[in-house]
Structure formats: C-alpha cells, structure tokens
C-alpha cells in the first residue's frame, strides 16, 4: 500500500482565492510529482522535483507553483484560482529509475 | 505531439474472457513502461511494468507485452473479472534524470458478469 497522502479530497472555491493543495509522502522518495487530469484525458505532468530544493515545469504549462522544503512535502499553490483551473491534481513519488510512481487519491478541484 | 497514444478509448468483455488493452508510442527514449488500473475520483494504481530490455512480464492475471519494433505494448487480463472494470492508463518513463512518467489517454474496461 503506497504512502502517500493528499488534502483536501474535495475542493469548492470561489474564483480569486488563493489554494493551497497538500502532498506528502512517508516512503523517503526523492522524486515527486504533481498531474492534472481532465475526465477522459491523459494524466499531465505539471511540475516535478528531483529532492529537497529542486524543482521543476512540467510538460504541460500551469499557472500554480510548487515548493520543495522537506523531503516528505510537496504542496501545490495557485495564488487566484479561477474556473479554468477546475481540475483533478494527482501527487506522486518515486524512488528513480526503472521503478514505479505511487500516487496519492488526488484531490478534486472546483472554482466557481 | 502526444509520445503515448491509446487508440480505444473504451472495451467490454465478458467476464471470465481475455481482456486486451492497447498502447503505442513514439519516443525510442523510453526505457521503462508501465500499465496504472483508475477508478473516478481515486489516483491511479500500479499495476505491472516491463523494462525496454524485455518482451513479457507476467504477474498472476496480468501480463505486459512489449514489441519495440513496433513501439507497441498490450496488457493481457486472463481471465477477467467484473472487478477489473476501470478505467487503464498506459505510461512510459524518459530515459533521463527526472524518471518522470508519459501517460496515455487511458482505456475504460467493462467486464461484463
């Protein structure tokens, strides 16, 4: 059973406010990940990190930002949510090459 | 340019019957894939993966095919199972030092009782 642990679940917010998505991993991985996901689309990679202070754009261009302090913490920010960014958001982690990425339950965002 | 491409966005199955799922892909970078089972609302679970370096892994019901010829993997679910029906996303890993993964666009299974 993987580790990994996302808040909230379930989000409803108001456009302009500020959200703060929580990720975090109990495993000791170095490497984590943030997805966003459309129903019926693929999974995109919006933002990764390499270890404690690394962080990284994703493939996919995303207005939200991400911090790295602590090897087990991986929160996501939008500083204005606004009905666009109305999404599912899947944290991962792995431990590297030629093994498998755990992810969280994801947390379901709504800006209204 | 989508690198991992699955063509059918839906399959159905009688249950007890061979599940195939589907994947093709473009990069000749990736060295390792994997297949994820997801369910709405939940994140995806691991299911089996396969190295570049091989052409079959086999775990239990599940087994991963790769032609790399082809650039094409399939999953084999033998014999499945009502609790199979998810929805399968195919993904593979960049040869490069973010092990990031590239996901298909998945496959929603139903296997019907």
């Known amino acids: 059973e993987a580790d990994i642990y996302q808040t909230p679940r379930y989000l409803v917010i108001g456009t302009g406010k500020k959200i703060t998505l929580e990720c975090s991993q109990t495993?000791?991985?170095?490497?984590m990940y943030w997805y966003q996901q459309d129903p019926g689309m693929e999974l995109h990679l919006i933002h990764y990190?390499?270890?404690?202070?690394?962080?990284e754009k994703g493939d996919l261009s995303s207005e939200s930002t991400v911090s790295r302090i602590r090897t087990e913490h991986f929160p996501l920010t939008l500083e204005s949510a606004r009905p666009s960014h109305t999404s599912q958001y899947l944290c991962?982690?792995?431990?590297?090459?030629?093994?498998?990425?755990?992810f969280g339950q994801g947390t379901r965002l709504t800006v209204v | 340019d989508q690198q991992v491409k699955q063509n059918s966005p839906s399959l159905s199955v009688q249950e007890g019957r061979i599940s195939i799922l589907n994947c093709d892909y473009t990069?000749?970078?990736?060295?390792?894939f994997l297949w994820y089972k997801k369910y709405p609302a939940e994140g995806p679970t691991f299911l089996i993966s396969?190295?570049?370096?091989?052409d079959k892994n086999e775990d239990g019901r599940f087994t991963v095919f790769l032609n790399k010829s082809a650039k094409h993997l399939s999953l084999h679910i033998v014999p499945s199972q009502p609790g199979d029906s998810a929805v399968y996303f195919c993904?593979?890993?960049?040869?490069?030092?973010?092990?990031?993964?590239?996901f298909g666009s998945g496959t929603r299974l139903l296997v019907r009782p």
């Open positions: 396969i190295s570049s370096i091989k």
């Open positions: 990069n000749s970078m990736f060295d390792y």
């Open positions: 993904a593979a890993s960049v040869k490069d030092s973010s092990y990031k993964l590239i």
């Open positions: 495993m000791g991985h170095d490497k």
């Open positions: 991962a982690s792995s431990r590297g090459p030629g093994t498998e990425a755990f």
């Open positions: 990190s390499y270890g404690v202070n690394s962080t």
